[in-house]
């Protein structure tokens, strides 16, 4: 009688199941190190991405700081020793508002770049545009406390008081050129004589000036600011003001110039602030 020998049948199934085996825990410690090592990589560009961006953030802010002083040392004529405490002063301002800027930056990047499922370049890429709304400007140089006090001990009450009167002078400037801008543009719709140009731009930049910082908040910041919003100034114009400039043709004119503004100017009169007058 024939014999028929299973065994190594046996051997041979046994050891293809065993070898399947060690190929599949091989495939996923593969896909498993290929996990880690995207999140390594993820890691790593982020780190080198937030470095690259709080240098430039910091060269900025040093140019401006810089900028500032010598602006300062032109309207106060300071001494040596006075020009040197602000340069220092504003480079530990800048160091103070930049570890403020990058705690809070690095949160918002790192908490996003967890969820990108795509090109983590294209999302960096989009980093760049991101506001953080009014809350930012707390972080700016200007805005830290060891600028604020050397500025404060430094300058003498001489120069203080050429200082404030030189940013009352440039903040007057400031607020007339975009009553200005606005009035122009109301001109093209309106046809203001020259006596109601001379009377909107007293109302308009007394607009401007009370409502500035919350137009800028609205914004984000000044540059970021769309100057084709500033119609949304219009809504602080106390009506009886408008009515007592305007016809009433040019009323009609004035109110159908404002709805572009409307939304805008509901948004700003939200913010915390003095009372909206309209």
């Not at 400007?137 to 404030?164: C, F, G």
């Not at 984000?220 to 219009?234: I, K, M, R, S, T």
């Not at 110039?257 to 939304?263: A, H, M, P, T």
Request: overall charge negative.
């Amino acid at each position: 009688m024939k014999r028929t020998f299973w065994w190594p049948v046996a051997l041979w199934a046994c050891s293809l199941l065993v070898v399947e085996e060690i190929a599949a825990q091989v495939q996923v410690e593969i896909v498993q190190d290929e996990g880690a090592g995207a999140t390594a990589n993820t890691d790593e560009r982020v780190n080198e991405y937030l470095q690259n961006l709080a240098e430039s953030e910091r060269t900025e802010w040093t140019e401006k700081m810089t900028s500032l002083v010598t602006d300062i040392d032109r309207v106060c004529a300071l001494s040596d020793a006075q020009r040197e405490r602000l340069h220092l002063a504003a480079k530990g301002a800048v160091d103070s508002g930049l570890n403020r800027w990058r705690a809070n930056m690095e949160n918002w990047v790192r908490d996003k770049a967890r969820n990108v499922q795509g090109d983590i370049e294209q999302f960096l890429a989009g980093v760049g545009s991101v506001r953080f709304g009014d809350t930012a400007r707390t972080w700016e140089p200007e805005h830290q406390e060891i600028w604020a006090m050397t500025l404060s001990s430094v300058l003498n009450e001489t120069q203080r008081k050429a200082y404030d009167d030189d940013m009352r002078e440039r903040l007057a400037f400031k607020y007339e050129s975009m009553a200005r801008a606005l009035v122009a543009d109301l001109d093209r719709t309106l046809r203001l004589s020259e006596k109601q140009r001379g009377e909107l731009l007293a109302v308009l930049t007394v607009a401007a000036s009370t409502h500035w910082d919350r137009l800028e908040a609205w914004a984000g910041d000044e540059e970021n600011l769309p100057y084709h919003q500033l119609g949304a100034l219009l809504g602080a114009v106390p009506p009886a003001d408008r009515d007592r400039v305007l016809n009433e043709a040019q009323r009609k004119s004035w109110d159908q110039f404002f709805e572009r503004f409307d939304g805008a100017w509901q948004s700003i009169r939200n913010l915390p602030g003095m009372p909206a007058t309209r």
